[in-house]
């Protein structure tokens, strides 16, 4: 079973820190981004089996980012899962119409964090992670 290539995008440099720090405990290849931008340039170069994204970003929302990063060819089944502080319903909605398969409530913990990962990549398989 390979290791997921993870993409994190995340402005805020602390957060980003975080996430890399426990996505790369389990030894998961992660390539860090600060904003939309450069996560779709990112997308644009390599593949990636994962995408965890912050939707309050710079510039480029999360939401706007993650309707492009769909839009990419090889990109269509990528999951992705948004990072956020609001947890209305309202919120969840708009990330999945933007194209996110789940999302999770900052703050978060470990437990919470890979269990939002764990669902996210279980509903879009690759037989190879």
Do not use: H
């Not at 994204?53 to 990063?69: F, T, V, W």
């Amino acid at each position: 079973m390979k290791k997921p290539r993870v993409l994190v995008v995340e402005d805020n440099a602390i957060n980003r820190m975080v996430v890399e720090r426990l996505v790369g405990k389990r030894g998961w290849p992660t390539v860090s981004v600060g904003d939309g931008y450069a996560a779709l340039t990112e997308c644009r170069r390599q593949a990636f089996d994962l995408i965890l994204m912050d939707i309050r970003l710079p510039g480029m929302s999360g939401l706007d980012a993650a309707e492009q990063i769909r839009a990419l060819p090889g990109c269509e089944n990528v999951p992705m899962l948004a990072l956020t502080a609001g947890a209305a319903a309202e919120d969840r909605q708009q990330c999945f119409d933007s194209g996110f398969d789940g999302y999770c409530t900052k703050p978060f913990g470990k437990e919470q964090l890979f269990e939002r990962i764990e669902a996210v990549l279980a509903a879009r398989r690759d037989p190879e992670i």
